[in-house]
Every structure is written in structure tokens, then in C-alpha cells.
């Protein structure tokens, strides 16, 4: 079945550690994200890449690296966590950045740093 | 800046008719989008206006005035199963989507 995967679904981490989020999708769209939804507040994004090779900063980058080295693949990579970045990460891919195509949504990371 | 109002909790009876509000102030409108997200899960697409007007799908309807900065959603035939938060997006003048905090619907039977 076609569609975006994260993994894991769920992690529970120590503060300090470093951690990398894993997204891929298999609809080879050029555009893909990484957001952040944490309880009364919107969806935040946190970096993006519209297409292979490139990304882009996003509303709040501090803490966080991404790498697009192919079309399917855009891990999230926390080098050093914080409890400020317990959330629920979501990852989404689109045809193309900023149209009017939907995007599609992975199942979530819901990360805990203690 | 760039901010996006939707009410944060609703509560509808089934079978009832209810109109989710967004009401937004961006750098620019390149399109607004509605999600629906049940508890848990992720956000799945559920309409896109970007001209001014009623789009219809279904038990739902999404509607637009560009002039207001305004757009909802409008969920007929309400049923169990419409309990979920709706999300309210647009695309500003970068291209970027701004993303409202969302309105979590409850269906009381």
C-alpha cells in the first residue's frame, strides 16, 4: 500500500541523547516535511525539502537536522535532546511545495524526553 | 504575524448540522486546506478552496471569502464517527502552510 511510514512510533528518550526520526515514502513526491503538534497549538513546522538534495529551515529549527539524500528518504535528527522536545512528530510528503496537492501524513512519532 | 483562529472545542448531536470557523491573517493566500484528525491518528485531507465560494463533497462542504479572511466548514448528517479535531491551513505568500491550532469536535448521540 502506497504511503508515508515513520519510525518508531513511539520513544522514550534521556535527555542528552541523540535520536534520528526515520520517514519514507513510496509516492515519489518531491516534497516532504517534518512538523511538530504539541496540545494547543497548530502544527509547526520544523524543516522541509522540496525536493531531492535540498532543505529548508521552518518555523522552528533549533535542535533539529534533516538530510534529503533520495526522494524517499527524510530522517530528523536530534543531536542533543531536550524535554522542551517531547511531542508528537509528524512527517508529510506532497507532490509538489506550496500547490494546491494535499499532503499525506505518517502515523506519528510520539517522543518523550525525560 | 501570521495567526489563524479556529474555536478550540464544539459540540454537535448527531445527526445535526455544524459549521467550523477560521478566520486567518497571513503575508499573503495562495489557498487555505481542511484536515481532519481523529485522536491518535494523523491528519487526512479533507477539502481545498482557494477561489471565493462553497466547495461541496459529500456531507461536507467548505466555503471561502477571500475579502474577510474567513473560510468554514460545514458537516451535514452528523455522525459518531465525525468526532475528531479539524485543522485549518493556508498557504501564504511563501508558499509556506500556516496551520490553525484546530477545533476538536464532539458528537453527543
Redesign the interface.
Known amino acids: 500500500i502506497a504511503g508515508i511510514t515513520q519510525a518508531p512510533t513511539s520513544q522514550i528518550l534521556a535527555a542528552g541523547r541523540r535520536m534520528t526520526l526515520r520517514c519514507t515514502q513510496d509516492m515519489r513526491h518531491n516534497a516532504m516535511y517534518w512538523?511538530r503538534q504539541d496540545l494547543?497549538?497548530?502544527?509547526?513546522?520544523i524543516h522541509y525539502s522540496n525536493t531531492a538534495g535540498t532543505t529548508g529551515k521552518?518555523e522552528v529549527p533549533d535542535g533539529y537536522s534533516v538530510s534529503r539524500a533520495n526522494t524517499d528518504d527524510f530522517p530528523l535528527t536530534l543531536a542533543s535532546a531536550v524535554p522542551s522536545q517531547t511531542s508528537v512528530y509528524?512527517c508529510a510528503s506532497s507532490d509538489s511545495?506550496?500547490?494546491?496537492t494535499?499532503?499525506?501524513?505518517?502515523?506519528?512519532t510520539r517522543l518523550t524526553v525525560v | 504575524g501570521q495567526n489563524?483562529d479556529q474555536p478550540?472545542e464544539m459540540t454537535a448531536t448527531e445527526g445535526a448540522i455544524v459549521q467550523i470557523n477560521c478566520t486567518y491573517q497571513t503575508s499573503g493566500f495562495?489557498?487555505l486546506?481542511w484536515y481532519q484528525q481523529h485522536a491518535g491518528?494523523?491528519?487526512?485531507?479533507l477539502s481545498?478552496n482557494?477561489l471565493d465560494g462553497l466547495e461541496e463533497k459529500g456531507r461536507f462542504s467548505s466555503f471561502l471569502s477571500r475579502s474577510k479572511g474567513y473560510s468554514y466548514l460545514l458537516l451535514k448528517e452528523l455522525q459518531m464517527k465525525d468526532s475528531a479535531s479539524y485543522?485549518c491551513?493556508v498557504?501564504d505568500s511563501?508558499?509556506?502552510?500556516?496551520?490553525?491550532?484546530?477545533t476538536k469536535l464532539i458528537i453527543k448521540p
Open positions: 512538523y494547543g497549538l497548530g502544527l509547526r513546522l521552518g509528524f511545495a506550496g500547490s494546491n494535499e499532503a499525506f501524513f505518517g502515523q506519528g | 489563524i478550540t495562495n489557498g486546506f491518528e494523523a491528519p487526512t485531507f481545498y482557494v485543522l491551513a498557504i511563501n508558499y509556506q502552510l500556516i496551520w490553525g491550532a484546530g
